[in-house]
């Protein structure tokens, strides 16, 4: 068996307060390398795993480990570490800081993990390359990331996730405020880019459509055990 990026063994989270689970995940096994498609409707949990998986929260029972790291036996400032240094994310809203650069948005991840700057080596032509093949022009690199479109931006934030070639890149409904066409090229970039660093891909969205040349796709309500009706 291959090397796992994500796995997670019987997993339970409930929110406090809530009267059930709203979220029983008994396995999930994603290989190192590879590219999964995470299908779920509003509600069915997507937001929560995400907080379980960047160790924002913590599962009441089970375990979730990211590239040999057992989340439940860190403390918050180790899981806190290994997201900067291992897990790069694409929000639904970018979340780019808006008066800084192009360039330096992309360079973040490698100011806040030393890890990631130097799996980087130059950190500087990583940036210009990764944004050269995610078609952002050079006479952008300077411009404030505010004045991007929305396409733009788009693809600054998937640069700032791929720099420093972290294990896994987890892709939040990154194409919601782009057309048909965009979105299909957007998701080859995003694809290509993630098999040249053997990078783990895992792309959550509500929308089928985009289930194109993923390894397989996977259906978090068939996945998820936690009956209906708790907060998501």
Same mark, same amino acid.
């Given at each position: 068996?291959?090397?796992?990026? $994500? ?7 409930? &929110?406090? !307060?809530?009267?059930? *689970? ?6 999930? &096994?994603?290989? @190192? !390398? ?29 375990? $979730? ?18 997201? +900067? ?13 808006? &008066? ?19 799996? +980087? ?41 791929? $720099? ?6 987890? @892709? *939040?409904?990154?194409?919601? @405020? ?17 098999? +040249? ?28 055990? @936690? ?6």
């Amino acid at each position: 068996m291959m090397t796992a990026a $994500i796995q997670i063994e019987h997993l339970q989270f409930r &929110y406090p !307060g809530a009267v059930r *689970d709203c979220l029983h995940i008994p396995q999930l &096994y994603i290989k @190192a !390398g590879e590219r999964v498609f995470l299908h779920g409707p509003s509600g069915s949990g997507k937001s929560t795993l995400l907080g379980l998986l960047g160790g924002v929260l913590v599962p009441d029972s089970g375990e $979730i480990t990211l590239l040999g790291h057992k989340l439940s036996q860190m403390r918050a400032t180790a899981r806190d570490r290994l997201r +900067a240094d291992c897990v790069g994310f694409i929000f639904q809203q970018f979340n780019l800081i808006p &008066y800084l650069s192009v360039m330096d948005n992309v360079l973040l991840p490698c100011r806040f993990s030393r890890q990631r700057n130097m799996r +980087a080596q130059d950190a500087g032509q990583d940036a210009v390359r990764l944004l050269e093949h995610l078609d952002i022009a050079p006479d952008l690199h300077a411009q404030q990331a505010s004045r991007l479109s929305i396409g733009q931006q788009q693809r600054v934030a998937a640069a700032r996730a791929l $720099i420093g070639r972290p294990g896994i890149i987890i @892709a *939040d409904e990154p194409t919601s @405020a782009l057309d048909a066409d965009r979105q299909l090229a957007f998701l080859e970039l995003l694809s290509k880019e993630c098999k +040249a660093a053997e990078t783990t891909l895992l792309f959550v969205s509500h929308n089928h459509r985009l289930a194109v040349d993923f390894d397989r796709m996977i259906e978090l309500p068939g996945l998820n055990r @936690a009956e209906r009706g708790g907060v998501v």
